[in-house]
Nanobody
Framework: QVQLQESGPGLVKPSQTLSLTCTVSGGSITTKSSYWTWIRQPPGKGLEWIGAIAYSGSTAVSPSLKSRTSISRDTSKNQITLQLSSVTPEDTAVYYC????????????WGQGTQVTVSS
């Protein structure tokens, strides 16, 4: 079974860059038709799609976050990395690494989520 594990700081200060890593086991991030996706859920709000990196290495990012979001991968470590720069308290959320098997916004595997708080 595919397992995803998010890791990174739980607290970051405004203006800093948030870096989160998703370590994938039980499957390769280069498996055909797999899309490795970051979503988040601010407190009291719904899920927000951040962006994804495909099995091919192609990336897509939400237009609202594109200017300060970078998604990359390390195939040797089977890891996906999210970098979100210039964070503000509005970026406080639970961040999830999830997999789509099709590229659609439906996810068959989820990480447990990691709480990120942006505060000074």
């Amino acid at each position: 079974q595919v397992q995803l594990q998010e890791s990174g700081p739980g607290l970051v200060k405004p203006s800093q860059t948030l870096s989160l890593t998703c370590t994938v086991s039980g499957g390769s991030i280069t498996t055909k038709s797999s899309y490795w996706t970051w979503i988040r859920q601010p407190p009291g709000k719904g899920l927000e799609w951040i962006g994804a990196i495909a099995y091919s290495g192609s990336t897509a990012v939400s237009p609202s976050l594109k200017s300060r979001t970078s998604i990359s991968r390390d195939t040797s470590k089977n890891q996906i990395t999210l970098q979100l720069s210039s964070v503000t308290p509005e970026d406080t959320a639970v961040y999830y690494c999830v997999r789509s098997a099709s590229g659609a916004r439906e996810y068959d595997y989820w990480g447990q989520g990691t709480q990120v708080t942006v505060s000074s």
